[in-house]
């Protein structure tokens, strides 16, 4: 279709007569449309949960009233306009992509990208776009197997897109070695998309090392990377709490001797991943894995990056909560019969407070509370390929949180998720 197009758009440049000033703005504008391209994808579903208004990281809480329902997970249309010089090699790229589902319009993406081809070893970015940390967060919805990121990813990197600028370097001359890396580092405000603007005069600073996949042996190739963040919040409020040991006991402690007003409260990111894939007789056999590890700020009720400055009802300033965390994911993904089927398993965990754990959590006295508990999830599913622009997938979910002496939480909640999801892509 994309070739059928491009050859009636050439047929009408060279039917345009551009000796007059309508004819060369007609080429002209024709010219630009023929570097554009548009492409999305739209994933309606349906869920049941295990109770009805399950708390989910699966697409969002269920109503109070409500065990199932259907919605338009994502609908994302995106605009690219490319251009080359004239040896063909990349020299500039635009994009805009924007999300459609019955909660709204947002827009996703927005950035711009230059290639320099003297050297064809840089590119830069900016502008809104995805944070280059880790692996999952970098693979696309619409490619991903399993419907969501894991807990980490969505609580960590909520929309994964940020504000900022990066440099790339990435041999691309055709005769160099060393092409089967890329390193990236870029600064970032740091909210992502959920703050409306940049509160504070702290950046993230974001680094990864990623080593594309390579054969390692017949039919078997890996791939991976390293990543690290070092960003951080403003102290505004006159203490902040961390983690400390009395008579024994672990608990938040209100801290107003080492960090002050106007202080840089951390948020500090460390990551590696690893990818394994087999060729086989069916298709491909795949293994992921990927651990991150830091410290975080967020508040008593969530390990969120705050999306502003928190003000109480009585205009003081909320104190911040600084947590030790740790997390990862693990995929296994299996073509069965033919490529077109696959099956899945995921594991994801995320402990947001490494510091403490069981009983300890909701103890008079700790300030420990619903946002230091651990979770772990084990999805499994079915994903069937009708053909490239369309695909299905059966999935649930097993979600299980530690137990404390929080009253919600004295034993594991009912919120396991099944999710039926087609997805149509162009």
Do not use: C
Request: aromatic share 14%; glycine share 10%; proline share 3%.
């Amino acid at each position: 279709m994309l070739s059928d197009l491009a050859a009636r758009a050439q047929f009408l440049m060279d039917m345009i007569d551009t000796t007059k000033e309508l004819g060369r703005s007609t080429f002209q504008t024709l010219d630009r449309l023929n570097h554009i391209r548009i492409s999305g994808y739209m994933q309606p579903q349906f869920q049941v949960a295990s109770e009805k208004g399950a708390a989910n990281y699966s697409g969002g809480n269920f109503a109070p009233q409500s065990d199932n329902r259907f919605m338009l997970r994502r609908g994302r249309i995106r605009f690219d306009y490319a251009r080359t010089d004239t040896e063909g090699r990349n020299q500039m790229q635009f994009v805009f992509q924007f999300d459609g589902t019955e909660r709204g319009v947002f827009i996703r993406d927005f950035w711009g990208r230059f290639w320099e081809n003297k050297w064809e070893l840089f590119h830069f970015t900016t502008g809104m776009f995805a944070r280059p940390f880790g692996f999952e967060i970098n693979l696309s919805s619409g490619d991903r197997e399993t419907p969501e990121r894991g807990r980490m990813s969505q609580i960590l990197m909520k929309t994964e897109r940020d504000l900022g600028f990066m440099a790339s370097l990435e041999k691309r001359k055709k005769t160099s070695g060393w092409k089967f890396f890329r390193i990236d580092a870029g600064i970032f405000n740091g909210q992502g998309l959920t703050a409306p603007n940049e509160f504070d005069d702290y950046k993230d600073f974001i680094g990864q090392l990623v080593i594309k996949p390579q054969k390692i042996a017949n039919n078997l190739t890996l791939g991976g990377g390293v990543s690290a963040l070092y960003g951080g919040l403003v102290q505004n409020s006159t203490y902040s709490f961390r983690m400390t040991e009395t008579s024994g006991m672990p608990m938040f402690v209100a801290d107003s001797l080492t960090s002050m007003p106007g202080d840089k409260l951390p948020r500090q990111y460390y990551g590696i991943n690893a990818q394994l894939k087999y060729k086989t007789g069916w298709g491909f056999s795949e293994l992921r894995g990927e651990v991150w590890k830091g410290t975080q700020t967020g508040t008593q009720q969530s390990s969120e990056t705050p999306n502003s400055v928190m003000i109480q009802p009585d205009a003081k300033f909320l104190p911040f909560y600084v947590r030790p965390f740790k997390g990862g994911f693990i995929y296994y993904l299996q073509n069965i019969v033919n490529e077109k089927q696959q099956v899945m398993l995921k594991y994801d965990w995320y402990d947001p407070n490494t510091a403490v754990a069981g009983q300890t959590i909701g103890s008079a006295g700790t300030n420990l509370g619903e946002a230091d508990i651990r979770f772990s999830t084990l999805g499994a599913g079915y994903l069937y390929h009708f053909n490239e622009n369309l695909k299905v997938v059966f999935y649930y979910e097993w979600v299980r949180n530690e137990t404390t002496s929080l009253v919600d939480y004295t034993a594991d909640r009912s919120d396991n998720i099944f999710t039926l999801r087609t997805q149509f892509r162009f």
